[in-house]
């Protein structure tokens, strides 16, 4: 079988002394979607970096599909990547922003225009109204929405998402993790949060970061009975 | 009539030195930005051009040939020299400022480098580089009124001619056009700076 995302034996060290990824090893199947979860400086962001190569292994290797990948420029197009920060081209408008990844793709426009038509729908954001607006004239929900339908539109095989919701209100948070779960239905997913609950309500896989390691890789229901100490305080802090 | 022959000489060595230090300048703070080690010399160089004495600077240039000489070319070479530190510095700063998530979320999505740098970095620097243009032209329409002295023309002409005659009216006649020159350029330059800062969501 061929893994979508392989992690080998994965070391990432920021100074010789400073490991911040500890010989990782994980498959992630197509479709899957997967949470990574742990405290702040646990490696989970790195770990999700790692995929769309914005952080390089120390040693190990990670292959995409089957294979390393060699040029980067292609890969990140085929990969969507959401952050905390909605980070929306601030000169650009909403329909310009969303387009960027097809342009690059050297779609037609016409095809563009469909494509972010369909998606700004789901997103609840519809085109008529939002189209040529700017980033700025945007509610931080608003914006995030935008970050995932330009994250999405090129039809990316991964979709990369770290902590996207942790800055909005929790009502606000709720809804759009509904929203992007049937929006990246045909992407496999891998989302990084710090929130236990986020984490259940999202994955199908949750895999748990401490220290540079994993310590769980369990479904929802699996994770319910980990007898690791910090898992069991984990789901404590969701009840 | 004179007093219009020269505003238009004094401008015309402004607008030409200031738009060859653009053309110059823009690149050397992008590459500043690109390449630290090559962007600190020119960052250096550029600041000990500024630190020499205006009049010395004009000075210099008589004896060199091509730059030199004696009109309006070693003002506009001095001009320019004199642009291009605010120019460089502020596209070097304009560009140091873009906001890391911003860049990160390009280069994530599959922009190359130069891809970034022409639809991303350069149109989001672009009000700070304009503030810099703004301060260039601003002391260079100050400073060509030394450009007089090696017969560069302009409005200094009036005020050596005045400052030799010690005639205060004279002296006027070419400081005062050449203050509002200074006022005007200030004013439609803080202008085109806003405009761009509008249009990158700022204001």
Not at chain 1, 19 to 43: C, H, K, M, P, W
Not at chain 1, 76 to 86: D, K, S
Not at chain 1, 101 to 113: F, G, H, K, N, T
Request: aromatic share 4%; charged share 20%; with cysteine.
């Amino acid at each position: 079988m061929i893994y979508i995302i392989e992690y080998r034996d994965v070391t990432v060290a920021a100074l010789p002394d400073v490991t911040i990824l500890d010989r990782i090893s994980l498959r992630i199947a197509a479709g899957e979607r997967v949470a990574f979860l742990g405290r702040s400086g646990a490696g989970k962001t790195t770990a999700l970096k790692l995929i769309n190569a914005l952080v390089k292994p120390t040693s190990g290797s990670i292959a995409i599909e089957g294979t390393e990948p060699h040029d980067l420029v292609a890969l990140r197009r085929r990969i969507g990547y959401v952050m905390q920060q909605p980070a929306l081209f601030p000169h650009r408008s909403v329909f310009d922003n969303i387009a960027t990844v097809p342009r690059l793709l050297e779609w037609d426009e016409a095809r563009i225009r469909e494509r972010a038509e369909e998606l700004m729908h789901q997103l609840d954001l519809p085109l008529e109204r939002f189209a040529s607006r700017y980033p700025r004239m945007l509610s931080g929900g608003e914006q995030q929405r935008v970050a995932i339908a330009r994250a999405l539109i090129g039809a990316p095989s991964i979709l990369l998402c770290d902590e996207p919701f942790s800055a909005l209100d929790p009502l606000i948070r709720v809804e759009l993790q509904t929203m992007l779960i049937s929006a990246a239905r045909d992407t496999t997913l891998v989302f990084v949060t710090h929130d236990v609950r986020e984490a259940l309500r999202i994955a199908q896989r949750i895999i748990v970061f401490e220290a540079g390691r994993i310590i769980a890789d369990a479904t929802p229901e699996g994770l319910a009975t980990h007898e690791h100490p910090l898992v069991r305080r984990f789901l404590a802090s969701a009840t | 009539m004179t007093l219009l022959r020269l505003t238009g000489e004094h401008l015309l060595i402004v607008v030409v030195a200031v738009t060859i230090a653009i053309a110059a300048g823009v690149p050397l703070g992008t590459l500043a930005y690109r390449r630290r080690r090559a962007g600190g010399i020119a960052l250096r160089v550029t600041d000990a051009v500024q630190t020499i004495p205006s009049l010395a600077m004009f000075g210099f240039l008589i004896p060199l040939p091509l730059i030199g000489g004696i009109g309006p070319r070693p003002a506009i070479v001095a001009l320019v020299l004199y642009s291009l530190l605010p120019i460089v510095r502020s596209t070097l700063v304009g560009l140091q400022r873009v906001d890391p998530h911003v860049r990160e979320a390009a280069t994530a999505m599959g922009m190359t480098d130069r891809q970034l740098l022409w639809s991303i970095e350069l149109p989001l620097a672009t009000p700070t580089i304009v503030a810099g243009i703004r301060i260039a032209a601003v002391t260079a329409i100050g400073v060509a009124t030394i450009a007089a002295a090696v017969g560069g023309g302009g409005l200094g002409t009036l005020i050596f001619r005045g400052v030799a005659m010690v005639d205060t009216r004279l002296i006027l006649s070419g400081a005062l056009p050449a203050a509002l020159l200074a006022l005007a350029a200030d004013f439609v330059l803080t202008r085109v700076e806003r405009h761009f800062a509008r249009r990158r969501g700022e204001a």
